[in-house]
């Protein structure tokens, strides 16, 4: 198992242009969420899936769209990107929602100029 | 706002020396997670606690929840240089969502 994987691991993008940032876990995980870490703040929860088809907003949604149309899935959308939005990317997933553990993705470095 | 809390957010601790990272929340949480996160790397789970007042142990590491689930800490005994990292606690309020604290970055120096 490739265990959850992210795409690009690194992009510079200029301010108000968009991007996906890919998710994708091999270990049909039910339950799949985007964090970012900035530095002091820890890491804060965008957006997240319970199943293919659900989606909800976390802490810091605003800038940021998700969907999940398959179980394996969970692309990121900035869709005008502002400097605001500087940080490193984690996805996460596990089985379920309630009490088990997270299995994190390698992380998308973000820099917006 | 962060509704987890952890203190302190850096501990400079020498080899061999103790370790404590505190993770308070506004509420009740349903249950609480750690994750070690190393230099340049991604979070990794540690241990879940459920119940009030649950105490676990791994090797040095000593882990403890609160009696009202609104607290919980991570003690480290003989710190070595493997320990290195920031240290997260994680938690659910009878939601969906898991709701990372601010974290404590450990150094430990030889």
């Known amino acids: 198992n490739a265990g959850v994987t992210q795409t690009p691991k690194f992009q510079v993008l200029k301010t108000g242009q968009s991007m996906t940032l890919q998710c994708a876990q091999d270990m049909n995980h039910e339950y799949m969420s985007w964090y970012r870490q900035d530095p002091g703040m820890g890491l804060r929860l965008i957006h997240y899936s319970v199943g293919a088809g659900i989606t909800d907003q976390g802490e810091v949604p605003n800038g940021y769209n998700v969907s999940r149309s398959t179980t394996e899935d969970f692309p990121l959308r900035l869709l005008s990107a502002a400097p605001s939005q500087t940080s490193v990317y984690f996805c996460?997933?596990?089985?379920?929602?309630?009490?088990?553990?997270?299995?994190f993705g390698p992380g998308t470095r973000l820099t917006v100029t | 706002g962060q509704q987890v809390m952890q203190i302190p957010q850096y501990q400079h601790v020498q080899e061999g020396e103790d370790f404590t990272t505190y993770c308070n929340s506004s509420t009740t949480l349903s249950n609480i997670q750690w994750y070690k996160q190393r230099p340049g790397g991604h979070p990794v789970f540690l241990i879940q606690l459920v119940k009030s007042g649950e105490v676990k142990k791994q090797k040095r590491l000593t882990f403890q929840f609160g009696e009202a689930k609104k607290n919980s800490s991570l003690h480290i005994t003989a710190t070595q240089t493997t320990d290195v990292g920031t240290y997260f606690c994680?938690?659910?309020?009878?939601?969906?969502?898991?709701?990372f604290g601010t974290g404590t970055r450990l150094q430990v120096f030889p």
């Open positions: 994680a938690g659910r309020r009878n939601t969906d969502k898991l709701i």
């Open positions: 996460a997933s596990s089985y379920f929602a309630g009490g088990y553990e997270q299995y």
